[in-house]
């Protein structure tokens, strides 16, 4: 009897903790999935400003490969420069996804199906922080000779911070007209181009895997 006892009572414990940790399970989901629809918003912002971004990269590119400097131009190369600098990156969120890596909780995580999607998801966005890391280091060099170029007298401030410069004086000149800095920041221009693509390609795919995540969570533990 002592000993049926003491099995029950091991019974009993061990289904109080299998129910926490299902509880605990669909806790970290549903923080999860709000994690998740957080970073396809963010993504969706952040994929169009790499699209203008590129669009502006790519008319500075063309511009300095067609045209000469003359004083008729150079507000338009200006123009471009402002256009082209805003900082492109995605912060995809990991309230939940650190405590799952960190704390032993994707052992809680019992579906293969859905313990695989978040470690796909996991991969991407990896693949997507280290573009972002060499997207950082080109745009900085890039932008160490846009200053050589480049003066400020001539941009036309505002007291908003995220726009900070809203035009450019029309007797813009720039700081040197030499031909070899005007080549060096056009390749700068077009390699940060380049890694600047291969991340909005990186972002759409982070952003499928995302949504096919959210699908799985939902169909699991039925979240809404």
């Not at 309230?95 to 995580?109: D, F, P």
């Not at 978040?118 to 890391?133: K, L, S």
């Not at 401030?157 to 060096?184: F, W, Y």
Request: aromatic share 10%; glycine share 2%; hydrophobic share 40%.
């Amino acid at each position: 009897m002592l000993f049926l006892a003491v099995f029950c009572g091991f019974l009993a414990e061990y289904q109080l903790e299998h129910t926490i940790e299902h509880q605990r399970e669909v806790q970290y989901m549903q923080t999860l999935m709000e994690d998740l629809c957080n970073d396809t918003s963010e993504i969706d912002q952040t994929y169009e400003l790499g699209l203008t971004q590129k669009e502006a990269m790519d008319s500075v590119v063309s511009f300095l490969n067609t045209q000469s400097i003359s004083s008729s131009n150079v507000t338009k190369l200006y123009q471009l420069w402002v256009r082209s600098g805003r900082v492109v990156k995605v912060k995809f969120e990991d309230r939940t996804s650190s405590q799952l890596k960190n704390a032993g909780g994707m052992r809680m995580v019992r579906q293969k199906d859905v313990a695989d999607s978040i470690v796909r998801y996991w991969q991407i966005t990896e693949d997507c922080n280290d573009i972002t890391d060499r997207l950082e280091r080109m745009s900085d060099n890039r932008y160490n000779v846009a200053v050589r170029l480049f003066d400020n007298k001539y941009f036309i401030q505002s007291n908003v911070p995220i726009k900070p410069i809203i035009g450019v004086k029309e007797n813009a000149a720039l700081i040197s007209t030499d031909r070899t800095l005007l080549a060096e920041y056009s390749n700068r221009t077009y390699s940060v181009s380049v890694v600047l693509n291969n991340y909005l390609f990186s972002l759409a795919s982070a952003k499928r895997r995302a949504v096919s995540l959210i699908n799985v969570l939902k169909q699991h533990y039925d979240l809404k």
